[in-house]
């Protein structure tokens, strides 16, 4: 394999225990397909079954000999990075925000949708951060904006990862499913504040812009706009409701691929490019009438180069270091500060998100007195019952009041851990969001004036 070239695949397997139909199946089909593929990173999502994962780590183990599957929550995260080179480091950063406890069915919460990465040795790139991740998923795009607020919570926390790593002098390459179209504020707050590319779009200039007549087939919609979910081609989400903006465009995309390299003014260090991305396992698995996931996969090929045909840096040549016996280049930063100025959010976006965040600001504190008054209405019931049992008329009585008793005690119990525990938690959690949105709003304001005054003191 040429090390010039690297090819990343990303997919959410769907792969929930109990609940995601011909699991075992489609896990088996597309362990098959990576087996017999040349990726050099693999990014799943939704492989929560450990028994799982172990199953397609043995399958690819002779091209993809590295792993990691990441735990959080009490369901574990459901994401696991595969690669050819050899990982360093492994973390794992839990959103603050992933629903509410109380949501069961949409289970969010439990899970704990988070930010994994793996630090790998690449022989040209050096260290190279690899995210994977999968953002809160209900609401949609489209939905309330009280909705929209956790899925904005981690995308602004992602992005605030991604860029302290290429702050630090690292190439990164975030993949996963960001639960959001192109378009929408989180894939804004992404690319702007970690000053990220999108690989699809690098790969696809030529059908910017472009438009057909009337609605694009569901083929046309794969290839132009990269869609990867809600396809009426794919057998687990065909036929069900489908917001407007996927009704338009024959589904969605929510699966990237995003990169940057870290640039060091008077450094000379390897580009990276993207050439080629595909939306791919769009058929059904062979032999069945079912897809593969509830999401396409997507493929993304890079290419590394070098201004000049060399790598070499103003100050010093790169050392090379010997990591699992694979030599990798390592650069020296001679200073954070000389990074390039990232790109900077819109003030509209911001205020766009602040508005969010304080409507469920606002939803998450009625909601807490909304509980808590259930909890005091189960206690004055429990006295109730406690007092009233002293005059039961009949012995058979006993056993109902003692079943309502526990059912009272259960759900009082409950409607306070909702209220009172996760309540605090999320109010306080999203003034820590909305007060560093301020700060950083008024840091715009300030440099803003900044730059005007110098210009007007130019002329």
């Known amino acids: 394999m040429a090390d010039d070239r690297l090819r990343i695949f990303t ?54 000999p590295h792993s990691k599957f990441f735990y959080s929550g009490a369901l574990g995260a459901g994401l696991v990075i595969f690669s050819r080179f050899p990982i360093i480091a492994a973390t794992v950063h839990p959103y603050s ?36 991740t999968h953002l809160f998923a209900k609401g949609g795009d489209e939905g309330p904006d009280h909705f929209k607020a956790h899925r904005l919570v981690g995308a602004w926390e992602f992005a605030k990862l991604a ?30 504040h970690a000053d990220l590319r999108d690989a699809w779009d690098d790969s696809h200039k030529e059908v910017r812009g472009l438009s057909i007549a009337g609605q694009p087939t569901p083929i046309d919609a794969i290839h132009m706009y990269g869609v990867t979910a809600d396809s009426p081609l794919n057998s687990h989400s065909a036929g069900k409701p489908l917001e407007p903006y996927a009704r338009k465009y024959q589904g969605k995309r929510l699966d990237y691929v995003l990169y940057r390299s870290p640039r060091r003014p008077n450094e000379r260090i390897p ?42 840096n103003s100050e010093e040549t790169p050392n090379l270091a010997s990591i699992d016996g694979t030599e990798v280049a390592s650069f020296t930063l001679n200073s954070v500060s000389n990074l390039a100025k990232p790109q900077q959010l819109s003030p509209e976006l911001i205020s766009s998100t602040i508005t969010s965040l304080t409507a469920r600001y606002r939803f998450a504190a009625s909601q807490a007195r909304l509980h808590l008054t259930i909890f005091v209405l189960c206690i004055g019931l429990l006295f109730a ?59 715009l304001e300030e440099r803003g004036a900044i730059y005007a005054s110098r210009r007007s003191i130019a002329r």
């Open 11 to 64: 997919l959410n397997c769907w792969g929930l225990k109990y609940v995601s139909k011909n699991r075992r199946e489609r896990v088996d089909a597309i362990a098959r397909f990576l087996a017999d593929s040349d990726y050099d990173i693999v990014t799943l999502q939704e492989l929560w079954v450990f028994a799982d994962y172990e199953f397609v780590r043995d399958a690819v183990s002779k091209n993809l």
């Open 271 to 312: 580009n990276l490019e993207c050439v080629d991305t595909r939306v791919l396992l769009t058929e059904n698995v062979p032999g069945t009438n079912y897809s593969y996931s509830d999401h396409f996969g997507l493929e993304a090929t890079f290419e590394i180069t070098s201004p000049d045909g060399e790598i070499t």
């Open 97 to 132: 925000l992933n629903g509410s406890p109380i949501d069961v069915i949409a289970g969010d919460w439990f899970v704990g949708k988070a930010a994994a990465s793996v630090l790998i040795a690449h022989p040209i790139l050096g260290h190279t951060q690899i995210f994977n």
């Open 163 to 192: 860029r302290q790593a290429a702050e630090v002098g690292r190439y990164v390459i975030a993949a996963g499913d960001f639960n959001s179209v192109p378009i929408a504020p989180p894939m804004h707050i992404i690319r702007n």
């Open 385 to 443: 019952i406690i007092i009233g049992t002293a005059w039961l008329p009949k012995s058979w009585i006993n056993p109902i009041f003692t079943v309502l008793t526990i059912a009272l005690s259960w759900l009082a119990t409950t409607m306070l851990y909702i209220g009172f525990l996760y309540g605090n938690w999320e109010i306080n959690a999203l003034t820590n969001i909305i007060e560093e949105l301020e700060i950083y709003r008024v840091t």
